[in-house]
């Protein structure tokens, strides 16, 4: 049994919150090939699932079972066209609950080959922010405390679809069913963030990030793609990764934003990706500062996000004064050679920047 607090507040076990714990159920479980997995959530998104999208995919063309409860409500934006597609897509059975402000629940887990069952509940919804950065609650029960309490995941799921409020399946290839106009259209940016939304990366870049920047045109040490390496929490940071690469969800996914880059005095449309199938870390296109000069090992980059899409680029030199301000709010680490990362909302951050009125952002 284990409990966490996310993100990274407080743990009992290995795992440090929702997206650690469901990556030992699904993708790392050895014992699970052949068994099922079971979604149960309120809320649900693209980016929410995509880490697990390739698990999904691989466990039913290994002859496993995915199922999956999602509220539904259009007006409410409770769950996404999207996520739903994706996970049928991946072989997974998808219901969808009609009731507004009822279905709350979050439950996950799994039963194995041999039928031991697993179960996390949480308050974490099958979402960007639910599996990134949102303070969420989780416990983990394994096979030994479902058993003990005559838990079962068929049951749940027999008495659940059993109830009396309106619960459709969602059929392959029929948008015309009743069950997709439940679903909400995540393909449609709204212009305006939510006030949760309006925030800044804070990112300390390392020698690989900076390598290229720094190289001059035309030498071995320019060659190659030009990007910084973000981290595995950033779900919710931008757009639905809806480009799927010729592999599908086992390759990479992404989304293309528009990033003004302030110190070059440009805006340029940026691919940033999620490495589904490698590292399972995010990296984002900064190819305009290539030979620039403009960053350097141990500089502070900091991603601003201004719309749906929409984002500057701002990079503090080491040990000036904006620097030495921002710093401590990239808390968390990427890797163990230092490099670190952090979230801060952009009112805060403007006010240490000296930014009191930005600009209104102009694509390009």
């Not at 743990?11 to 990556?23: C, F, H, P, V």
């Not at 029929?174 to 709204?190: R, V």
Request: glycine residues 10%; positive net charge; contains cysteine.
């Amino acid at each position: 049994m284990e409990f966490g607090l996310y993100p990274f507040i407080y743990k009992t076990g290995a795992n440090t919150g929702l997206r650690s714990m469901l990556e030992e159920l699904w993708p790392n479980n050895a014992k699970l090939k052949g068994g099922a997995i079971y979604i149960v959530s309120g809320f649900a998104n693209f980016n929410g699932g995509a880490r697990f999208f390739k698990c999904f995919k691989e466990h039913t063309e290994a002859g496993g079972n995915v199922y999956a409860i999602l509220a539904g409500s259009a007006a409410q934006r409770t769950s996404s066209r999207q996520v739903v597609e994706a996970m049928i897509g991946c072989g997974a059975k998808v219901w969808v609950t009609n009731r507004k402000s009822l279905m709350h629940a979050k439950l996950y887990g799994c039963i194995t080959k041999s039928g031991d069952q697993h179960l996390v509940v949480t308050s974490g919804n099958f979402t960007g922010p639910g599996m990134s950065r949102n303070v969420e609650a989780s416990i983990k029960l394994n096979e030994t405390e479902t058993k003990g309490m005559g838990f079962d995941w068929g049951k749940l799921f027999t008495n659940m679809l059993g109830q009396t409020w309106p619960t459709l399946p969602v059929p392959k290839l029929d948008s015309k069913h009743p069950a997709w106009s439940l679903l909400y259209d995540e393909g449609h940016l709204e212009e305006k963030l939510e006030q949760t939304e309006e925030t800044t990366l804070l990112l300390l870049l390392s020698h690989a990030d900076t390598a290229r920047i720094q190289a001059k045109a035309g030498t071995n040490a320019a060659k190659g793609t030009q990007y910084f390496w973000l981290s595995k929490d950033c779900f919710d940071f931008f757009p639905p990764l809806l480009e799927k690469n010729k592999r599908g969800y086992k390759g990479t996914l992404s989304a293309i934003i528009d990033v003004n880059f302030i110190a070059l005095g440009r805006t340029e449309k940026i691919r940033v990706t999620f490495e589904a199938e490698n590292n399972l870390d995010f990296r984002l296109g900064t190819g305009p500062l290539r030979g620039t000069r403009q960053a350097s090992e141990g500089d502070l980059a900091c991603l601003t996000r201004t719309g749906e899409a929409t984002y500057e680029m701002r990079i503090y030199k080491k040990r000036s004064a904006i620097f030495d301000q921002l710093l401590p709010f990239a808390t968390s680490y990427i890797g163990g050679k230092g490099k670190r990362y952090g979230m801060i909302p952009n009112d805060e951050f403007r006010r240490f920047a000296g930014l009191s009125i930005t600009a209104k952002f102009k694509p390009a």
